[in-house]
């Protein structure tokens, strides 16, 4: 299941446990390669929780988190940002990366 984080609710998501988020955009092509991947891992992987920040509508948590180009990938573990992912990247990429989790 994935998550639509806003303003309100994307602080206490990602305060515990091991959260990917998907910063992203309706108008970026890449952004729509990359949510597939994300959505099959998210099936896959009920011990994860998984967000998307829609970088048009909240472009404060974008900005406060760094967010420069999209898609970005965020995987952070309690509440810290212990990697990231930029661009469309295939899904033995992000499994790599949640593995160091």
Avoid at 31 to 55: L, M, Q, S, T, Y
Wanted: with cysteine; proline share 4%.
């Amino acid at each position: 299941m994935i998550i639509e984080l806003t303003d309100k609710n994307f602080s206490e998501t990602v305060a515990s446990g091991k959260v990917i988020i998907d910063f992203w955009a309706d108008w970026c092509g890449p952004c729509r390669v990359i949510a597939p991947i994300v959505e099959e891992i998210a099936r896959e992987r009920a011990d994860i929780v998984f967000g998307k920040v829609n970088v048009d509508d909240y472009p404060e948590l974008a900005g406060k988190h760094g967010v420069m180009s999209i898609p970005t990938l965020l995987f952070m573990k309690d509440g810290k940002v212990v990697d990231t992912s930029i661009g469309a990247v295939s899904k033995s990429a992000i499994l790599n990366k949640l593995a160091a989790l």
